[in-house]
């Protein structure tokens, strides 16, 4: 573990153990993205945004945290990708279409509901995305977040910048508990990308360091991880 892993991990210990211990989330949330009180309201908030009105596709990722977010999109008729929990698949993407889910938009939004109703795809078959929602540990207001160390979310949004699909016209949002909300720095290294707007249940922040890596680094990721993601098992580098 290099300092700066050391570094992002002290952070998501204390923020875990503050938003626990301050009443923001379940006991259980401690290593996990957390399911964090409240998260019906970032849902609203992100749906007042010009940017969410505008929008016609949305990628998630498959947290609980994130699952009303999924919900208010499917219901305000935009296209959702999910991620394929651990991106276990060469097609990592779930595509949730509102005109045909099959289910109810609250159980088609759940991995489980994914899972039966959705089809998945590679990155070549999936459109141009409009907002990009991620699970987050932690955030501070210059847009620097961290995710709970599996490191899905930074290979997720590098692959779709390779395909084109995550452009400058793609604003990049993390709901999470105010108390997820930090004011120290958190180092960041070339994978990082950095959000545009923090939504919390009561307030969205916009945050004006926007960062975003070219694409996926290759020299960041180990051969057991490669080799864990059939995706990038398929298009690393001879």
Known sequence: MTNIDQAKQAVRERVWRQLIDGGGAPADS??????FYGAEGTAEQLAGLDEWRRASTVKANPDWAQLPVRVRALKDGKRVYMAVPRMASL???YLLDPKNLGLP?????????AAQV???LGVESMEAID????GSVAVNRSGARIGKGAGYSDLEVALLIEAGLVTEKTIIVAPVHQLQVIEDDIPEIEHDFSVDYIVTPDEVI????R????GLVWGDLTPEKIAAIPVLAQRRPS
């Open 118 to 120: 959705a089809r998945r």
């Open 105 to 113: 938009p609250e159980e088609a939004a759940e991995k489980k509901g």
């Open 131 to 134: 907002v990009v929602v991620c």
């Open 91 to 93: 097609e990592p993407f």
């Open 30 to 35: 401690y290593g996990k993205i957390p399911g």
């Open 211 to 214: 960062r975003r890596p070219r």
């Open 206 to 209: 916009p945050c004006p360091n």
